[in-house]
């Protein structure tokens, strides 16, 4: 079974940065696109970031420039680079298979303050 666990969220003022990290168990992780999600008060979740076993990138247009995906494969683990953060941000951040199919881990919460 599959664990994830979501870390480096926090507090931080509009305009600046955070980097999430996300540990995955098993030995599976670099045959998987991987992606992170948010889900804010309130709203569905949604697909944010994405990339390829390969490392190929993909964003939605509202964190283009901003948000940074990446993985280490050796680690298990993928990471978001989040600059110039909005208040519009603010939101729990999960990681998952891209697309999901694993169960979600507990999440990180970023709050952005205006």
């Known amino acids: 079974q599959v664990q994830l666990v979501e870390s480096g969220g926090g507090l931080v003022q509009a305009g600046g940065s955070l980097r999430l990290s996300c540990a995955v168990s098993?030995?599976?992780?670099?045959?998987?696109?991987m992606g992170w999600y948010r889900q804010a008060p309130g709203k569905q979740r949604e697909l944010v970031a994405s990339?390829?076993?390969?490392?190929?990138?993909n964003y939605v247009d509202s964190v283009k420039g901003r948000f940074t995906i990446s993985r280490d494969n050796a680690k298990n683990t993928v990471y978001l680079q989040m600059n110039s953060l909005k208040p519009e941000d603010t939101a729990v951040y999960y990681c998952?298979?891209?697309?999901?199919?694993?169960?979600w881990g507990q999440g990180t919460q970023v709050t952005v303050s205006s």
């Open positions: 098993g030995s599976i992780f670099s045959f998987n696109a």
């Open positions: 998952n298979r891209a697309p999901v199919g694993w169960d």
């Open positions: 990339i390829t076993s390969s490392g190929s990138t």
